[in-house]
């Protein structure tokens, strides 16, 4: 890649669905996809090692329901056998194609990361944002935090009527 040219960077703040995360790699077949996540780089013998479709209905702290559906990715991060080079994205995109042709995958449905190294727990993750730089597409993962959804959303809403009644920013919600 040209040093003047900057990588493309596409965000997803966290809140990537399956079908938008699946169409960003889509053009990038022959690159190398690479996991970022917990402040290091997936090694390079990383293994999906199972894919899950939920569903949940819940209720909250504050008595409030809530249903979604999500994909979840465990993935073992492993070191290469053999000294092969990452998994490139269109061997990714298979592995979630044939496991769609057993199990019903919603484009729509959030996707989460259950990344941990052999031995010791797995962590959570959400879809942070993907960046294409030369020969790699970089999946960055952020973790998910634990949160109370009502004071989450309370929070929401007053950064929201804050934002808006600011003076630079008169009627924008209006």
């Known amino acids: 890649m040209d040093a003047m040219t900057s990588p493309s960077v596409a965000n997803f703040y966290d809140d990537g669905s399956l079908g938008v995360v699946l169409a960003e790699l889509e053009p990038h077949a022959d ?3 690479v996991i970022e996540y ?3 780089s997936i090694q390079s013998g990383y293994h999906v090692t199972e894919v899950k479709a939920g569903s949940f209905v819940t209720l909250d702290c504050g008595g409030n329901p809530d249903q979604w559906h999500e ?3 465990q993935v073992e991060d492993i070191p290469s056998q053999d000294g092969r080079d990452f998994m490139k994205v269109e061997k990714f995109r298979k592995i979630l194609a044939q496991v769609a042709t ?3 995958l919603e484009a729509e449905a959030r996707l989460t990361f259950e990344v941990g190294v052999p031995g010791t ?3 959570v993750f959400d879809v942070h944002a993907l960046e294409i730089d ?3 597409a970089l999946l ?4 998910r935090p634990a949160i109370c959804k009502p004071r989450h959303r309370a929070a929401q809403v007053a950064n929201a009527v804050s934002y808006c009644a600011s003076p630079a920013k008169p009627g924008c919600c209006a």
């Open 140 to 143: 960055r993962l952020a973790p």
């Open 134 to 136: 030369g020969e790699r």
């Open 31 to 33: 690159k190398s996809l």
């Open 121 to 123: 727990p797995m962590q």
């Open 38 to 40: 917990g402040g290091r």
């Open 71 to 73: 994909t979840i990715l």
């Open 102 to 104: 057993k199990i019903e």
